[in-house]
């Protein structure tokens, strides 16, 4: 047996099994502490409350946790940790958290924060439409190299050094 | 208990990256019979992590370029406790090409005469001219897009397609280089600009390197191996080779495999092909000692497993006060420039470096950027301003040419095993102080140029530990069997029915993104076994 398994649980060897829930749903204290944190380090901005008041932030959360889902507990039990904090000095113990444990940090942080903008009301506020397709216009490229950018590379000649 | 399977094969290759593809597609098209043995399996472009919105998390675990950290199935450790930096690849049909970007130019003339014009190093037994109908034949084949007539190569370079937008990112990359009078031309990547044989047209998605939902990438899952199945390719997928065997006279007879429910096979061979990757391939040949070849195959030089080169990356992400649009692809490269990439001694180091101009796409990888800048910057008030950057990053990247040393080598961990019980490889890997100053002033450049057009913000990253996939040397192509472990055309000198045709020809590295060179290799060595299929050791 593999240390990686013989294969994945959909019985593929190259390609991940893909969660669209955690592999545990959070408590409700879990989820009020990864709240708490979420505000901490987020702070309502532009119209926007703090995560935990943005309406489908719960959902992505649980999308964030899916895909950290080998991360779950050392999330949850950080989130805990920061969640008995008192509001006022959740920032600062947050800041000493990365300091001290950079590695758990960017984990926990990096769940909250990729959750928070993954809610679709956030990514139109910051003008992120997503990885999607897109494709040029038929003379797109050749219109953004026409305009003369290319000439001086062009007129300096060939710059290779010739070899025997 | 070993199973014996099937009849004999012509041609057994080990391995389905671009080298493995390539040579497959060659062969069976002469009309051998060919057979394909990968570890991995198939993935479907719909499987990729763009296609998810979560996609910035999934990258970082799952869908990791690092294989000891993303830990598929299909994947071996590597054991990297002695090594500067930790190698990626990519274990699935169409090998690393799964994950690279599609950057796509040609070594530079220089590349093959290092001996001669640096005094260093080794030249390549061949040269930028000898490489060239081999690269063009590849570039149709595969439909690479860019620019004919690119000035850092001899006339003559020629592209099939018409290249993708520069975009907004890549002209203020342009911008930059030309206040600086340096040289740079729009992307050449292997990336369909429209419809192409098996390959969609690019759909600008910018996730490259972490697979292509459009399909439009050419990963050679994609193209070469779809062609060469229809011409009759055999392939067997979760195949995990253990060895070469040998018989008494030396020769190959075939490999030992085991399967994904861990049952081990035989599959005999009149010559076997070694696609394995720079380390992979290193890997099996010292697996494949005997008493005939007591160092390991085709190791009567020592040199198996040395001279690795990896092509360290250093990057510097800049960020302007105007919209960039930098979640648009390709990611592939909008554009290169080898101002640097020969050898000038008045920079303090010799050989140089290949610089290419990339999208910086997602809200979350620009805040992950941003952590550079400490905790105040980041979150906090700072945060909804690093998220906001997002869209207005550019990424100036660099391949560093390292040169190859005896001590940077692939052997075999005493203790690391993969799940089959097979030893892992063990990665030694250290940085010369010439390699240190390349970086160096690499990232000094690139954090010029994105200044010299008004970047608000530069990140340097003088070293990205866990990016090199450009797994390079291992087995390196000479003349002589004494400096050399395969000729010019990838036989091996103490096995005459053994070739390898992946990146472990490589004498030196260059700086150029290696894959297109990988294939034009693969495609010399599999014309060269169909070429002289009569007088092999082993008539074919």
Redesign the interface.
């Given at each position: 047996m593999s240390p990686y398994g013989r294969t994945t649980a959909a019985g593929k060897l190259s390609v991940p099994d893909y969660l669209r829930q955690p592999p545990r749903q959070p408590s409700a204290e879990e989820r009020a502490a990864l709240g708490a944190v979420a505000d901490a380090l987020i702070p309502p901005h532009g119209g926007f409350a703090s995560p935990s008041q943005v309406p489908g932030f719960d959902s992505w959360l649980d999308r964030a946790l899916a895909a950290r889902s080998d991360a779950i507990e050392e999330v949850t039990a950080a989130a805990l940790r920061f969640g008995a904090v008192p509001a006022e000095e959740r920032p600062a113990a947050l800041r000493a958290y990365a300091e001290e444990e950079p590695a758990a940090f960017h984990t926990l942080s990096s769940v909250v924060a990729g959750a928070y903008l993954m809610i679709p009301e956030v990514r139109a506020a910051i003008g992120y439409p997503g990885q999607r397709k897109h494709p040029p216009r038929f003379d797109e490229a050749v219109e953004q190299i026409m305009d003369g950018i290319l000439d001086p590379v062009i007129e300096r000649g060939p710059a290779y050094t010739p070899a025997p | 208990m070993s199973s014996r399977n099937g009849d004999k094969v012509d041609v057994l290759i080990v391995g389905t990256g671009p080298s493995g593809a390539v040579a497959a597609h060659t062969l069976v098209e002469a009309g051998f019979d060919v057979m394909c043995l990968e570890?991995?399996?198939?993935?479907?472009p719909s499987?990729y992590p763009?296609n998810?919105?979560?996609?910035?998390?999934?990258i970082?675990?799952?869908?990791a370029h690092d294989p000891n950290v993303?830990?598929?199935?299909?994947?071996y450790?590597l054991e990297n406790s002695e090594s500067d930096m930790s190698p990626v690849m990519?274990?699935?049909?169409g090998g690393s090409s799964?994950y690279y970007g599609g950057e796509w130019p040609r070594l530079?003339?220089?590349d093959?005469?290092v001996r001669?014009?640096d005094g260093i190093c080794d030249d390549w037994p061949i040269?930028?001219e000898e490489m060239k109908p081999y690269h063009d034949e590849v570039d149709r084949f595969i439909g690479v897009s860019g620019?004919d007539?690119d000035?850092?190569?001899?006339?003559g370079l020629t592209y099939p397609m018409?290249?993708?937008?520069?975009?907004k990112a890549?002209?203020k990359a342009?911008?930059g280089?030309?206040a600086l009078?340096w040289?740079?031309?729009?992307g050449t990547n292997a990336i369909a600009?429209y419809k192409h044989k098996t390959l969609e047209?690019?759909?600008?998605?910018?996730?490259c390197e972490f697979g292509c939902?459009?399909g439009a990438k050419a990963s050679f899952d994609l193209i070469y191996l779809p062609q060469a199945l229809q011409a009759g390719l055999k392939l067997k997928?979760?195949a995990r080779v253990r060895r070469v065997v040998t018989g008494a006279d030396g020769l190959a007879e075939g490999v030992e495999w085991v399967d994904?429910?861990?049952r081990e096979h035989f599959q005999a061979a009149e010559v076997v092909v070694l696609c394995a990757n720079g380390i992979g391939t290193a890997r099996l040949l010292l697996l494949s000692d005997s008493a005939v070849h007591p160092d390991g195959l085709a190791n009567s030089s020592g040199l198996v497993g040395r001279n690795l080169m990896l092509h360290p990356n250093c990057t510097v992400s800049g960020y302007y006060d105007e919209?960039l649009v930098s979640?648009?692809g390709p990611a592939g490269q909008l554009l290169h420039s080898?101002?640097f990439y020969?050898t000038d001694l008045d920079r303090g180091f010799v050989r140089g470096l290949k610089m290419h101009a990339m999208p910086l796409?997602?809200?979350?990888n620009c805040?992950?950027t941003h952590?550079a800048l400490g905790?105040e910057e980041t979150?906090?008030?700072g945060?909804?301003a690093a998220?906001?950057a997002?869209?207005s990053g550019l990424l100036w990247a660099c391949n560093v040419e390292d040169l190859p040393e005896e001590t940077n080598r692939v052997t075999l961990d005493p203790e690391l095993t993969?799940?089959?019980g097979i030893p892992a490889p063990k990665v030694e890997y250290r940085l010369s102080e010439n390699t240190r100053k390349i970086l160096r002033f690499a990232v000094e450049r690139m954090t010029e140029a994105h200044e010299v057009v008004g970047a608000t913000k530069t990140f340097p990253v003088e070293l990205w530990i866990d990016q090199p996939g450009h797994l390079l040397g291992t087995a390196r192509m000479g003349d002589d069997p004494a400096t050399s472990v395969v000729d010019s055309f990838g036989r091996a000198h103490d096995v005459p029915n053994l070739f390898v045709a992946d990146g472990s020809l490589m004498v030196t590295g260059g700086s150029a993104n290696p894959t297109c060179t990988i294939t034009a290799l693969a495609l010399r060595v599999a014309k060269g076994i169909a070429a002289n299929a009569r007088d092999q050791a082993v008539a074919l």
């Open positions: - | 570890q991995g399996d198939w993935v479907n499987d763009a998810h919105p979560e996609w910035e998390l999934l970082q675990k799952d869908w993303r830990q598929l199935p299909s994947d450790p990519f274990n699935a049909v799964i530079l003339p220089s093959f005469r001669s014009l040269s930028y620019v007539g000035t850092a190569y001899p006339a018409p290249p993708h937008p520069l975009g890549g002209r342009a911008e280089a030309n009078d040289h740079w031309w729009p600009t047209p690019c759909g600008r998605w910018g996730t939902p459009e997928t979760g994904r429910e861990g919209p979640w648009e080898m101002q020969d796409p997602g809200p979350l805040v992950e952590r905790f979150w906090g008030e945060f909804h998220a906001e997002h869209g993969d799940g089959d």
